[in-house]
C-alpha cells in the first residue's frame, strides 16, 4: 500500500492534481455545508449582496479558476507555486461547479430539481480525476506493453476504437458511461451496444421506423430508472440537499 501510494500519488507530477482535487471537494463540501446553513436560518453565514445584488459564489470561483489556471502555466509545476496554483484552481472550480445548474440554466435553481445537475457534475468530475490519481490514463494507452508502444500504429488504432466506443455512447444517451469509458478502457463498448435510451440522437436516427426496437428501448429505459431513479435521488438530496417542492399548479378554469 505505502509503495503504491509513493508510485502514484506522491510522485512530483501528481501532486498538483491532488492539491487539486482535495481543494476541489473540500470547497464543494463546506460551501454546500454554508448554503444549507443559509437556507435554514442557522448559523451567522447570510447571502453575500452589493447594491441589492445578489452575488452567487460562482462569481468567485471564476476568478479563482482563472487565477489559479494561468498560475499554473506560467509557474513550475514541481514548485511551491505550481501547488498554490493547484489548490486556487482546485477552489475556484469547486465554487464554480457547486452552482454548474445556475450557469446552464442561466436561472437561480440552486435548490430545484434542476439544480440536482450541479451535485451529479461534482462527482463526476471529482471521480475522474481520482481516476487519473489512480494511475488510469485516457483511452487506455497506460495498459499498452513495451512492444506494444513501439507500435504507434496500434497504439492509435487503440486510441480511436475507444474514442468511437465513447462516442457512440455519448449518441445513445449514456452520457456518464461515454465519459468513464474515456478514461477506463472497455467502459464505453458497454454504452456503445446496448439499445440507445429514447429520445437519444441515435434512437431518433435509427429507431425511426423500428417500432419494436423503439418499444424495446423504452421499456428498458423506464425499468433503469424505476430502479435507479430514487437510490440515486436520495444520494443526491444526501450530498447537495433536498430541492423544494414544486408548487402545485392550479387546473385552468377558463
Do not use: C
Not at 48 to 54: S, Y
Not at 58 to 73: M, N
Not at 76 to 98: C, E, P, Q, S, Y
Amino acid at each position: 500500500m505505502g509503495h503504491w501510494w509513493e508510485r502514484n500519488i506522491v510522485e512530483p507530477g501528481k501532486l498538483p492534481l491532488l492539491l487539486a482535487l482535495t481543494a476541489f471537494v473540500f470547497t464543494f463540501v463546506v460551501t454546500r455545508v454554508i448554503t444549507r446553513l443559509i437556507r435554514a436560518g442557522k448559523g451567522p453565514f447570510g447571502n453575500v449582496k452589493a447594491g441589492g445584488l445578489h452575488i452567487h459564489h460562482v462569481v468567485p470561483g471564476v476568478v479563482l479558476t482563472v487565477i489559479g489556471g494561468f498560475g499554473a502555466v506560467a509557474s513550475d509545476r514541481h514548485g511551491a507555486g505550481g501547488a498554490i496554483a493547484a489548490v486556487l484552481f482546485g477552489t475556484g472550480a469547486g465554487l464554480v461547479l457547486d452552482e454548474f445548474a445556475l450557469i446552464l440554466h442561466l436561472d437561480d435553481v440552486y435548490w430545484s430539481d434542476e439544480g440536482r445537475k450541479s451535485v451529479e457534475v461534482v462527482v463526476v468530475t471529482a471521480a475522474l480525476v481520482g481516476l487519473l490519481l489512480a494511475g488510469f490514463s485516457p483511452f487506455g494507452v497506460n495498459d499498452l506493453s513495451r512492444q506494444e508502444l513501439q507500435d504507434r500504429g496500434g497504439a492509435l488504432t487503440t486510441i480511436a476504437m475507444n474514442f468511437l466506443f465513447a462516442l457512440v455512447a455519448l449518441g445513445k444517451g449514456k452520457a456518464r458511461i461515454a465519459v468513464f469509458g474515456a478514461i477506463v478502457p472497455l467502459v464505453a463498448l458497454v454504452g456503445a451496444v446496448r439499445l440507445a435510451r429514447p429520445g437519444s440522437p441515435w434512437a431518433r436516427r435509427f429507431y425511426g421506423h423500428r417500432p419494436r426496437a423503439r418499444a424495446k428501448a423504452a421499456l428498458r429505459a423506464y425499468h433503469h430508472d424505476r430502479r435507479w431513479d430514487r437510490p440515486r435521488r436520495v444520494l443526491q438530496d444526501l450530498i447537495g440537499g433536498k430541492p423544494d417542492p414544486r408548487p402545485v399548479r392550479l387546473p385552468d378554469r377558463r
